[in-house]
């Protein structure tokens, strides 16, 4: 796998559309990285026929600097 330039990066049905949404998202908004996903992941939810809107997120914690 290659890393994404803007770190963000989707995979699965509905991957496209969570993807575009994320990137917006990212670029346009001061959303948190898991509002990001919350939100990008709804959107792809509401276009996607197999993408469902029951998500849940877990975050893995950072590593210490």
């Known amino acids: 796998m290659i890393e994404p330039d803007d770190g963000i990066v989707a995979i699965g049905s509905g991957s496209p559309y969570a993807l575009a949404a994320a990137r917006a998202l990212a670029k346009h908004t001061q959303m948190s990285a898991r509002e990001i996903v919350q939100e990008a992941m709804s959107l792809a939810g ?11 997120i877990e975050e893995l914690p950072r590593k210490p600097s």
């Open 46 to 56: 509401e276009m996607c026929i197999y993408t469902n809107d029951q998500i849940m």
